[in-house]
């Protein structure tokens, strides 16, 4: 299934950035929309261009080229991109004028999903690239550079991965103690409301050596903690060192022996792909950060079906009873979607029963939004947005209830908490919780990149208030 969209994000600061290459006379301003797989693709291209002469700043002003790394998942991510291409499109005027030039490029899910329309729609762009083939953006770049408008959105033959740069070991440091790591992308699911299979492909993993490769260079560079990441996360798999084939539970355990990594965690999953050796890594691995993040999105059976999601609501029950025996103070956390075609309120209803049977420690909702070429899109029961707001409102307060009641179940308790920067206030440094909430301790607690025992005594609304343990 796919990850957690986050809002958009500007990558990086100019700060202690210089690029390998000679010249530091170029810029380029990266913006990301959507999931985690976004981030991490953001930064690889940002290092594939660091090599290229194109410094990151985050002054858009300044950029020779302004790079959108988009979303496809809703449709107000798309939206948002195309107007955010109309106000880019007049900063490209403005540098006209003053006889300098802007490239605009549009990467991402959307680039994939919309190519060429991209350029009819939003002229001023000159490139448009696709998520599998990054790495060859300073090649598309020189061509647009000359003036030819670039759409590139085949599916590449050879692996990205391979020809992509690696960040240098202080562009890891600068970014910080916890990091993304892709082990796999793409999905043959084909969940009937769900664009990806379209946009990322299908279901790749990336070889064992590669990801050790990369988690090590991670942890050279002062990474405590490694997010692996897919859109089917749990499907990855690989020959392992032995020669043996390895599911995501034995990659884990070969990536907990990394000298310095002393965290990991892992998503999105599907329900389909927990298999044993995964919960028992939950068990066995104390690396492993007790937090899961395994979306449902419907709990209602007839809806699972239509969504093509290949489980019912008891399967996945009777599956989080045995993580849950397992490990048990894991944190459950999902996906939903209200208002897929042909919702009932009984099935809807069915879904607030599955919440209450779960309780949640966070979940994230979503109002179902047709996307052009799925199947979901040409279903009979299109909902009026009415019904969708209300059922959304509804799911939420009792999610939001859920979340509350498990972060306030945790004052008084010691937990490890993982320094990762400065706080906003002074005085204060700001930690990650193993269940990924914001923690707030003295900034003498710790160093960053510590991993401490603290005490909670607060909590904020989305955040916990600690003391030294
Ligand atoms: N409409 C609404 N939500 C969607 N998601 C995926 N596709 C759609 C859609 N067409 C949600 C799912 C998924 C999350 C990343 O986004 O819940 O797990
Ligand atoms: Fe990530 Fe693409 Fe899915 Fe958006 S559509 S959440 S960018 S995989």
């Given at each position: 299934m796919e990850l957690n969209t986050i809002e958009s994000q500007d990558v990086?600061?100019?700060?202690e950035r210089q690029p390998a290459a000679a010249s530091a006379a170029k810029k380029v301003f990266v913006k990301t929309y959507g999931c985690q797989m976004n981030v991490y693709d953001s930064q690889r291209m940002t290092d594939a261009l660091a090599a290229d002469g194109y410094a990151p700043t985050d002054v858009i002003d300044e950029a020779d080229l302004v790079l959108l790394n988009t979303c496809h998942i809703r449709e107000k991510a798309a939206e948002k991109v195309y107007s955010e291409l109309g106000r880019i499109r007049e900063l490209k005027a403005e540098r006209a004028g003053q006889g300098r030039d802007m490239l605009i490029g549009v990467a991402g899910c959307v680039a994939q999903a919309e190519g060429v329309e991209i350029i009819r729609r939003a002229p001023a762009v000159d490139l448009v690239i696709g998520p599998q083939t990054y790495h060859r953006l300073p090649d598309v770049l020189a061509r647009a550079r000359g003036g030819e408008k670039i759409v590139e959105t085949d599916y590449a033959v050879e692996d990205k991965f391979e020809h992509l740069p690696q960040p240098r070991r202080a562009e890891v440091a600068r970014r910080g103690v916890t990091a993304f790591l892709t082990v796999q992308e793409g999905c043959d699911k084909f969940c009937t409301f769900c664009v990806v299979p379209y946009t990322r492909g299908s279901e790749v993993s990336r070889p064992v050596a590669q990801i050790v490769a990369e988690a090590e260079r991670l942890a050279e560079g002062g990474v405590r903690e490694v997010t692996l990441l897919g859109q089917n996360v749990n499907a990855w798999h690989g020959v392992g060192e032995n020669g043996e084939e390895w599911g995501l539970g034995r990659l884990l355990f070969r990536l907990a022996e990394?000298?310095?990594?002393?965290r990991l965690r892992y998503t999105t999953s599907h329900p389909r792909d927990m298999d044993d050796e995964l919960i028992s890594a939950h068990r066995d691995l104390p690396a492993l950060m007790p937090y899961l993040h395994l979306p449902?999105?419907?709990?209602?059976d007839r809806i699972l079906k239509a969504m093509n999601r290949r489980h019912t609501a008891r399967d996945y029950l009777a599956l989080i009873d045995r993580i849950r025996a397992a490990r048990a103070d894991i944190a459950m956390s999902g996906d939903f979607i209200v208002g897929f075609p042909g919702e009932t309120e009984a099935d809807f209803e069915a879904t607030l029963h599955l919440v209450r049977e779960v309780g949640y420690g966070s979940a994230f909702t979503f109002k179902y939004s047709p996307r052009p070429g799925t199947p979901g899109a040409e279903m009979e029961g299109h909902l009026p947005e009415a019904v969708k707001d209300e059922r959304l409102q509804r799911l939420q307060a009792l999610i939001n209830e859920q979340q509350r009641h498990f972060i306030t179940s945790l004052v008084g308790r010691t937990i490890s908490t993982l320094i990762e920067k400065p706080g906003r206030r002074p005085g204060q440094k700001v930690g990650r919780s193993p269940w990924l909430q914001p923690v707030i301790v003295d900034?003498?607690?710790?160093?960053?990149g510590d991993i401490i025992d603290v005490r909670i005594t607060g909590t904020g609304p989305n955040s916990l208030f600690a003391e030294t343990a």
């Open positions: 990086g600061t100019a700060t990394i000298p310095g990594l002393a449902v999105q419907s709990g209602s900034e003498k607690a710790g160093e960053i």
